[in-house]
């Protein structure tokens, strides 16, 4: 179906933007007609909207350095659980730019070109799909947060007082069996009572949670221990005002079970990172003073004063504050932050090329047009995206929740079943009947089922940290031993992400130590990345060069200088061109040869005549080949190399590590893209990633780990961070999370096996022909055995070697 | 003009005759081996465009 949207495009004012707009448009393909007036920035662009929507029109814009007017709509809306419903239904609809939909608080975030789209049609749209919704403020939006907030610091303090008090209950119960009556004795059913009721009351949230997937038919963890702890609770209450004779009150068992489950959540949450408030810090990035232009003159300012459309200048080695255009000048231009690709990039005015806010301006002097500046910047964006995907990440279903869940109907079951037995062979009054049917609810659910998991979950932790890896997030080890698949950023990931002279060719006749030496003497006063490089080699290889005696620099060509008699010269094949020098025929295949995988290969001329090369790359980490194999062999993974560097590199780095499938020529955003396919496609990739542009990716992967010597949002984007920058931490990782999952099952065993050796018990096994049924002291013995059997079994991961 | 850098510390652009301190300038360009420097982006362009019809017809200062 052919669309035809019209534009207001922000940034333009010659007619050579458009040009560049119009190569970035032709990119996407699809695009039939794009036609614009730059002294408005009005645009008329017809393209096929069943292959292309607004959202890739205004992508393709951006790209090429500009930007469109948009209206950002904010909705309240009922969405609940089904926030996909309506980001899908709107992703792809002609006029909406962006569209997201908070599951935690509803809101929807809906960016429109308001020429191809009314928010009256939004609102209309969403109503059809049978939401309700509501116009909201952002400042609305901002309380609303800081209300989650508050909430969640609250909580935080009630799982505190909730283990104080449980624990108070359980040792007081517990000394009493070993003949030590603490204060007010006489009065422990009332105050049981008391202290079991404020816990009860403290969690309420996790009773309501656990019963309500109880009664959706899914049980998990929640449902067993507000099961347990209410129906221990009601029970006690009934025997204490004597509704049943003969019963006893297991109050502490109640306060006792949610104390411990407090515990562990405080643990959980201590673990969790505070997202957000750390991204927002990022920002900084492109905080700061720009040289602006005003009438005449050049006048410095705050970055937060310039406006689309003023032109500012940069020089050498200065950040760029803002998005734009180059308008004069040309410079090399470090984009490492967001590519992660070592080598400063081309920027000129000739070709109008975009720069970004973030990046810095290695050598040269450029001036911009501002077409992007604040909340607009693509760095802006990539922190707003990473902060919205990490506050949504789905919620994956937990090894504890899989295993307890069953329980919990097999204990409903035994319930159940002992009631009927009672009432029924049993001959036994109703009254007791109720009584073993509620014992053995309150006996199956053991204490320390709420830390059988957090304390193995933090004790490996901290034995992480001293393997290089700090880990964020309390899912962090369940989810490693699910990820069927890794991938992989190349440079700074796979590589080591700057450029390390490999190989040092002097050409025929031409004296090794000579050669050298000429090289690292001129490379002396070099100031460029490749320069950096040569001179590491020559320092490790013990060169002591001395000054040149003359030193000349040409941007894009190379270097020139003399010394002790001898004109030296290091650049470019072009360089060579213009030195009228030709390079000998098979010297010259086996540069091409170097190229085809990715090298940069530096010419060197002595006295006029070519005297070798120097191939330059960037070096594939020791260690990576170790863990391709491990996660290939060991995991039985499969493996994915994504990066944004050319096919041949790409693939030349995967085959000699044994890569399984290579996506090369990727930008930013077609990273994350590409993993929410796979994911889709029933994927779990855990994503090993270091520059700004591997943030999406990293939040978007099932398990996202950033490189520690990556960039800032990386990392705060990653649920792992490998501190130590080696990549065989990742094999530390698994083994550590087949040590911790161990333990988490048999913790929960241990949990069990006293309690489960007293469910007969309160089945009333023993009532018959002993007449014993179930006693707070077989419960409180039970509870203490296990405590220690669980803390005793997690503590062992510290001797524990990997 | 053969060794440009070797103790001249002024040069001539060779598109439009104006003294050029090696030094200082940012416009300078290779052609044939030779640094060839330059008062502005625009001899440096003027330059590289034709530079044999510099080179032969010498610097000439635009009217």
Not at chain 1, 589 to 605: A, P
Not at chain 1, 623 to 641: D, M, N
Not at chain 1, 668 to 687: M, T, V
Request: net charge positive; glycine share 8%.
């Amino acid at each position: 179906m052919k669309i035809k949207e019209r534009y207001r495009i922000i940034g333009i004012n010659c007619p050579s933007c458009i040009l560049s707009i119009n190569r970035s448009l032709k990119k996407l393909g699809y695009v039939i007609e794009f036609n614009s007036d730059p002294a408005t920035g009005e645009a008329v662009i017809v393209y096929d909207g069943d292959k292309i929507s607004t959202r890739d029109i205004v992508k393709a814009i951006r790209d090429a350095g500009y930007d469109v007017e948009k209206r950002e709509i904010l909705l309240m809306t009922n969405a609940g659980e089904n926030t996909a419903v309506i980001e899908k239904a709107l992703r792809t609809r002609t006029g909406v730019i962006e569209c997201s939909v908070s599951p935690l608080t509803g809101v929807a975030r809906i960016i429109i070109n308001p020429y191809g789209i009314s928010e009256h049609d939004i609102i209309k749209t969403l109503e059809r799909l049978g939401f309700r919704t509501e116009k909201i403020s952002r400042e609305h939006i901002r309380r609303m947060e800081e209300e989650a907030r508050r909430h969640e610091k609250r909580e935080l303090y009630y799982r505190v007082i909730s283990f104080l008090l449980g624990i108070f209950l359980v040792l007081y119960y517990g000394l009493s069996l070993v003949g030590v009556k603490l204060f007010l004795w006489n009065y422990h059913d009332i105050i049981g009572f008391i202290i079991a009721s404020v816990v009860l009351i403290l969690n309420k949230e996790l009773i309501i949670r656990g019963l309500k997937s109880l009664f959706l038919g899914s049980p998990v963890m929640d449902s067993l221990i507000a099961l347990s702890s209410t129906t221990t609770f009601v029970y006690s209450v009934i025997v204490m005002t004597g509704l049943i004779s003969g019963g006893q009150t297991y109050f502490e068992a109640s306060a006792g079970v949610l104390g411990f489950v407090s515990m562990g959540e405080y643990i959980e949450s201590r673990l969790r990172a505070r997202a957000g408030e750390a991204l927002k810090k990022l920002m900084e990035l492109q905080r700061g003073k720009v040289r602006v232009l005003r009438g005449e003159k050049f006048v410095e300012v705050d970055s937060s004063e310039v406006k689309v459309g003023d032109v500012v200048e940069v020089r050498a080695g200065g950040r760029i504050l803002v998005d734009g255009v180059v308008v004069e000048g040309a410079g090399y231009v470090d984009e490492s932050t967001f590519t992660g690709e070592p080598l400063p990039v081309k920027k000129s005015a000739e070709r109008m090329d975009p720069v970004l806010a973030g990046t810095i301006l290695r050598e040269g002097y450029i001036r911009v047009r501002v077409t992007r500046v604040g909340e607009d910047t693509s760095l802006a964006h990539i922190i707003e995206y990473v902060r919205n995907a990490q506050m949504s990440k789905p919620e994956f279903q937990k090894l504890a929740d899989r295993i307890v869940g069953v329980l919990t109907w097999l204990v409903i079951g035994l319930s159940i079943a002992t009631f009927i037995y009672w009432v029924t062979i049993g001959g036994a009054s109703v009254s007791v009947a109720v009584m073993f049917a509620a014992s053995v609810l309150a006996i199956t659910c053991p204490c320390p089922l709420g830390i059988a998991i957090p304390l193995v979950v933090a004790i490996t932790v901290g034995k992480a940290a001293r393997h290089g890896l700090l880990i964020r997030d309390s899912r962090v080890f369940e989810k490693m031993l699910m990820v069927n698949m890794f991938g992989f950023d190349k440079t700074g990931t796979l590589t080591h992400g700057e450029p390390v002279v490999e190989e040092v060719i002097p050409a025929d006749g031409i004296d090794t130590k000579l050669f050298l030496e000429a090289i690292c003497v001129l490379e002396k006063r070099s100031e460029h990345v490749l320069g950096q490089a040569i001179r590491r080699y020559c320092l490790e290889k013990g060169i002591e060069a001395k000054e040149p005696d003359n030193y000349e620099h040409l941007p894009g060509l190379g270097i020139i200088g003399s010394w002790n008699g001898l004109e030296i010269a290091i650049g470019s094949e072009k360089m060579i061109r213009e030195f009228g020098v030709k390079i000998p025929k098979h010297i010259a295949e086996k540069i091409n040869g170097y190229r085809s995988r990715g090298k940069t290969v530096v010419m060197v001329l002595l006295n006029h005549s070519f005297a070798g090369s120097i191939v330059i790359g960037d070096k594939i980490r020791p260690e990576s080949k170790k863990v391709i194999e491990y996660i290939r062999g060991v995991i039985g993974a499969k493996t994915i190399l994504i990066t944004g560097d050319n096919r041949k590199t790409a693939e030349a780095v995967a085959r000699e590590l044994g890569i399984d499938i290579v996506r090369a020529e990727l930008r930013p955003e077609d990273k994350a893209e590409l993993i929410k396919q796979l994911i889709s496609k029933g994927e779990r990739i855990a994503y090993v990633g270091d520059g700004i542009n591997d943030a999406i990716a990293i939040t978007e992967s099932f398990l996202g780990i950033a490189m520690g010597r990556g960039a800032d949002i990386a990392k705060e984007a990653g649920e792992v961070i490998i501190t130590n920058d080696k990549l065989t931490s990742l094999i530390d990782l698994h083994k550590l999370s087949k040590i911790a999952r161990k333990k988490m099952i048999q913790n929960i065993i241990w949990a069990f096996i006293y309690n489960g050796t007293l469910i007969p018990v309160a089945m009333g096994a023993l009532y018959s022909s002993f007449g014993i049924a179930l006693r707070p002291e077989f419960a409180a013995l039970a509870m203490m055995a296990s405590d220690i059997s669980v803390i005793l079994n997690s503590l062992t991961i510290l001797r524990s070697r990997i | 003009m053969k060794e440009p850098w070797r103790g001249i510390s002024v040069v001539v652009d060779p598109v439009c005759g104006m003294n050029v301190d090696p030094k200082k300038t940012p416009y300078k360009t290779l052609y044939k081996g030779k640094i060839y420097y330059f008062c502005s982006q625009h001899c440096k362009r003027m330059f590289e465009e034709n530079p044999e019809l510099y080179l032969s017809r010498g610097p000439q200062i635009e009217m």
